[in-house]
Nanobody
Framework: QVQLVESGGGLVQAGGSLRLSCAASGRTFISKAMGWFRQAPGKEREFVASIIWSGDSTGYADSVKGRFTISRDNAKNTVYLQMNSLKPEDTALYYC??????????????????WGQGTQVTVSS
């Protein structure tokens, strides 16, 4: 079992930056790929970024590529999402998720078995 707790969300002006953190409990964190997803009001949840267990491979949605960076610190059981050049359309509830495997980079939410409660990111124009 893995429990996930996100933090770092908040209100920021367009063009600003935020770093989200996701702290995981459980010894299996290191064996799992991790992902970030987001859901804006009235919209479906969408994939943002993913990272394999070792951190050697990452994947991003086209909408955030070049602006967001996912990383992980397995010694701290934590995954991060650095968000730069934020836009109002990035406003959403951001969730981290633990994958069913350690090596798969995927935006398919069914490939993830544990989810956090989310942290709100609001970008003002």
């Amino acid at each position: 079992q893995v429990q996930l707790v996100e933090s770092g969300g908040g209100l920021v002006q367009a063009g600003g930056s935020l770093r989200l953190s996701c702290a995981a409990s459980g010894r299996t964190f290191i064996s799992k790929a991790m992902g970030w997803f987001r859901q804006a009001p009235g919209k479906e949840r969408e994939f943002v970024a993913s990272i394999i267990w070792s951190g050697d491979s990452t994947g991003y949605a086209d909408s955030v590529k070049g602006r967001f960076t996912i990383s992980r610190d397995n010694a701290k059981n934590t995954v991060y999402l650095q968000m730069n050049s934020l836009k109002p359309e990035d406003t959403a509830l951001y969730y981290c998720a633990a994958g069913r495997t350690g090596w798969r980079i995927t935006g398919n939410s069914y490939e993830y078995e544990y989810w956090g409660q989310g942290t709100q990111v609001t970008v003002s124009s």
